[in-house]
């Protein structure tokens, strides 16, 4: 089994979503989700208020609904993975 820097379930949103924020697909796998999430510094947030926290950070308004940012994917168990396009 390989061994990824994210968990296969963020990998396969990834793969799934990722029109959301390309036009054009960046990975075609588990493999190359992985390379390319660790190689945008893709960061995991457990929570809602994470994912705020984060933007908060970057200086981003986040008044509205960050969770409908592009930049944002819902993994389904709580989690979001921001991926900066």
């Known amino acids: 089994m390989a ?4 968990d296969e ?3 396969k949103v990834f793969l799934e979503n990722q ?3 390309f036009d054009e697909p960046v990975a075609d796998d588990l493999e190359s989700a992985d390379e ?3 190689m ?4 995991v ?6 994912v ?3 933007f908060e950070e970057l200086g981003a308004d986040v008044d ?3 969770l409908e940012a592009s930049e944002v994917f819902a993994i389904g168990d709580g989690r979001y993975l921001i991926v900066e396009g």
């Open 36 to 38: 390319f999430l660790d």
């Open 3 to 6: 061994s990824y820097n994210y």
């Open 9 to 11: 379930k963020v990998l």
């Open 19 to 21: 029109g959301q924020l």
């Open 64 to 66: 509205g609904d960050i």
């Open 52 to 54: 705020k926290e984060y």
């Open 40 to 43: 945008m510094m893709a960061y």
């Open 45 to 50: 947030a457990k929570s809602v208020k994470e």
